[in-house]
């Protein structure tokens, strides 16, 4: 800015020493003539100084630009890798296919708990209402399916008494007692039948399970998760799902009867439960889950 005021003066002067000179010739003025339209026209094409809000404006206006396609940029990533997520994640969700009665809650801590809490009798006759209506129903279903099949004259066997007498509503499923019954109810897919072992050996089964390996179930077998102690549990009626129950004529749903005895006290019990069939991905990738996990806690 100051050197093009100097420079402006400097014209200026230049100017005034050419029209004052009278005695200069002919060829002088021609030239201070000269001089004049040159500091004229100079200061006629002159930049002038750019404005500092149209710097700010220019710059602030960059900036959204640049935020713009980053956050465009950001939406495209996020649609392609949900999309990629969907595709690719596994079977996450057992409990769409195996139900669980009663049903386990999400604790702060822990996630698909069965609290049995032998001191709060509104919650455990509330377990136990769960698992005498599924009872109930279940009964209902079978007497009129054709597994139930009437022998001279008598009727079917009550389906509490081919689960156990120890999980009924008389003995309040064991919730009150902290010996807690847990019901395991398999939701049919349709066009999918368990298939029983050719070679029982190779399949990885538990030894004293492989030894009396009925083809006719569709074995299950549960564990407490990081200890080698066994569990005590009593299934019922059998160690397992039938398989005619998975047929399309079968109108009950294969169901599993579950007593835990003796368990600590107080401490987090994580089950997993596994199913054994030909058919089945030990991954849980497939259509149907392979395991079934959920955790007990007495109090």
């Known amino acids: 800015m100051a050197e093009q005021e100097s420079y402006q003066i400097a014209c200026i002067k230049e100017d005034l020493v050419g029209v004052t000179d009278s005695n200069r010739d002919l060829k002088k003025n021609g030239n201070n003539l000269n001089s004049l339209i040159c500091c004229n026209f100079r200061r006629q094409t002159t930049k002038k100084p750019r404005d500092p809000a149209h710097r700010i404006l220019t710059f602030t206006g960059m900036v959204c630009l640049v935020c713009t396609f980053v956050v465009i940029g950001i939406v495209i990533i996020a649609v392609l890798l949900s999309k990629l997520t969907k595709a690719d994640e596994p079977f996450t969700?057992?409990?769409?296919i195996i139900s669980i009665v009663p049903k386990p809650q999400?604790?702060?801590?822990r996630k698909r708990t069965i609290l049995v809490h032998r001191q709060n009798i509104i919650l455990w006759k509330r377990q136990v209402t769960q698992l005498d209506d599924l009872l109930?129903?279940?009964e209902e279903?079978?007497?009129k399916s054709s597994s139930c099949q009437i022998i001279e004259g008598k009727n079917c066997s009550s389906l509490t008494e081919l689960i156990g007498l120890n999980c009924s509503i008389k003995n309040n499923f064991g919730y009150d007692?902290?010996?807690?019954c847990v019901a395991l109810i398999f939701t049919k897919v349709p066009e999918w039948v368990p298939k029983p072992f050719v070679n029982i050996s190779r399949s990885?089964?538990?030894e004293k399970f492989a030894k009396k390996y009925d083809p006719k179930l569709l074995y299950l077998t549960c564990e407490r998760e990081h200890f080698e102690d066994n569990l005590e549990i009593i299934f019922s009626p059998h160690q397992g799902f039938q398989r005619s129950q998975f047929s399309a004529i079968s109108e009950s749903l294969p169901l599993v009867m579950l007593q835990f005895l003796n368990l600590p006290i107080a401490t987090d019990i994580h089950i997993i439960c596994r199913l054994w069939a030909k058919n089945l991905k030990t991954d849980n990738q497939g259509a149907v889950p392979s395991k079934i996990q959920f955790s007990l806690l007495i109090i």
């Open 93 to 96: 969700k057992p409990l769409d």
């Open 106 to 109: 999400d604790l702060v801590d």
């Open 136 to 138: 109930k129903k279940y």
């Open 141 to 143: 279903q079978y007497y």
């Open 177 to 180: 007692k902290g010996y807690p």
């Open 204 to 206: 990885n089964m538990p």
